[in-house]
């Protein structure tokens, strides 16, 4: 089973750099992307249902803002669109579909690097998600969580940690908030299981000031964040790079599940 996450940076941004054609050729099972940047409205065909894949969305009141969905190769049994926190799910982050015992959920994190008002926003958010994964957690499914966190765990997670140390992305509270995701609620970072010392292939993410992308001044904050049961499946991860659909590389991991 292949699962790929992308943070799109706009739908229509992305289709127009040929995120589309690429998809198609993956051959994924299900395909989460995050910050659509659109609504309802804006969802053309090609959008929605592409290449037969089924196509279920969040979307952010704001518009141009956010919203996250999930392709799936076979129609789910369920889909849950927000998690239950009205300021959030007012902003798109969160679509879970379930297919037997297997959820796979496209999760997009608030930043805090644009303001104090955002970084705040964004300690709110790690505090009341928590709770959810530690639910999902108990309710004894296989999840994956695939998406963009906004949070590089730890000093191989980024280019230049020293300098980002005060930078939102790298704050002390929110690294660890990452490590009580897995050592406390119990959940796997999938990548790292594969990679525990990759550096510059892993990073996810690149700013589009200077020369970030040139030099590979990048930070992982794209993940793949699973149940032990499903995590200890993994057999291959992969960041693409050899084309640019947005400011972020899709991450692409495949387990040993039925799909």
């Known amino acids: 089973m292949k699962i790929i996450s992308a943070n799109l940076n706009g739908i229509r941004s992305a289709a127009k750099k040929n995120f589309f054609e690429w998809m198609q050729k993956q051959d994924a099972d299900f395909i989460c992307v995050q910050e659509l940047k659109a609504q309802e409205a804006d969802m053309t065909d090609i959008f929605l249902s592409p290449f037969g894949y089924h196509g279920h969305f969040h979307y952010a009141e704001k518009k141009g803002y956010s919203g996250t969905g999930v392709y799936s190769r076979r129609q789910p049994d369920s889909v849950?669109?927000?998690?239950?926190?009205?300021?959030?799910?007012?902003?798109?982050?969160?679509?879970?579909?379930?297919?037997?015992?297997?959820?796979?959920?496209?999760?997009?994190?608030?930043?805090?690097?644009?303001?104090?008002?955002?970084?705040?926003?964004k300690f709110r958010f790690m505090e009341v998600f928590m709770p959810h994964l530690v639910k999902l957690r108990k309710s004894g499914r296989e999840i994956v969580i695939c998406g963009d966190w906004n949070v590089a765990h730890k000093e191989i997670d980024l280019k230049n940690w020293k300098s980002n140390q005060k930078n939102s992305g790298f704050l002390p509270e929110e690294r660890a908030w990452m490590t009580s995701v897995f050592d406390e609620a119990d959940w796997r970072d999938v990548y790292r299981l594969l990679h525990p010392e990759t550096t510059g292939e892993a990073y996810t993410w690149w700013?589009?000031?200077?020369?970030a992308w040139a030099n590979n001044v990048g930070w992982r904050i794209d993940y793949h964040v699973a149940t032990p049961g499903i995590a200890a499946t993994a057999r291959s991860a992969?960041?693409?790079?050899?084309?640019?659909?947005?400011?972020?590389?899709?991450?692409?991991?495949s387990y040993d599940w039925p799909a």
């Open 238 to 253: 992969a960041v693409y790079k050899d084309e640019r659909f947005s400011d972020h590389a899709p991450l692409t991991i």
């Open 207 to 211: 700013s589009n000031r200077g020369q």
């Open 80 to 121: 849950a669109t927000g998690f239950g926190n009205a300021e959030f799910d007012a902003e798109g982050r969160y679509v879970q579909v379930d297919i037997g015992t297997l959820s796979v959920i496209s999760l997009y994190c608030p930043s805090g690097s644009s303001s104090d008002e955002r970084q705040q926003a």
